[in-house]
């Protein structure tokens, strides 16, 4: 019997606590690279190295659905969040793998220090090619897809004081209202 994964995917997971233009510029530096048919966007439910979230997974799947929605080639997939629980990327790339060829796993560059200490890394290595995301001008080895991005933001610094202008236009009212009204809670 023949499989039906015949795509090439990028598999761009977070917490996306709040989902923000640096976001975007990483999904538009992916669909640049003509690596990938499609870009998966998985938000976590709760990441793996995080002991609670801010926005409740329902509303940064809803805002990442309005954020992407003009974007051809970009689906935004809940599995992790259907699963209720912390989720390790081995269990979300197998799950993808039942409907594509070939993954791409993008990261942040912030996350190479601790990559070999993920959950079945000696797996999830042989599985997909990393792609790192630039970010705070760490060092990218030779051995990565480097992806140039040049967005300096993140989503803590976002939490803590609130700018409209670091948010898509689409969500920027909703999500700014939600993290002013739920700041240090």
Known sequence: MRKNNLKTVALFG?????PHIGHESIVKEILKLKL??????????????????????SLRLKWLKEIFKPYKNVKIDSYEIDLKRK???IESVHHLLKKYQKIYLVIGADNLESLSKWYKYDELKEL????????????????????????????TSL?????????????????????KENNDK
């Open 14 to 18: 977070g917490s996306f606590d709040p």
């Open 36 to 57: 990938v048919d499609e870009v998966v966007v998985m938000p976590t439910y709760l990441n793996p190295f995080k002991s609670k979230f801010y926005a409740p997974s």
């Open 87 to 89: 989720v390790a990327s």
């Open 128 to 155: 997909v090619t990393f792609v790192v995301a630039t970010r705070d001008n760490i060092k990218v080895p030779t051995n990565f897809i480097k992806l140039k991005v040049e967005e300096d933001i993140s989503s």
């Open 159 to 179: 939490r803590k004081y609130i700018d409209k202008s670091k948010l898509s236009t689409i969500s920027s009212d909703e999500i700014t209202k939600f993290y």
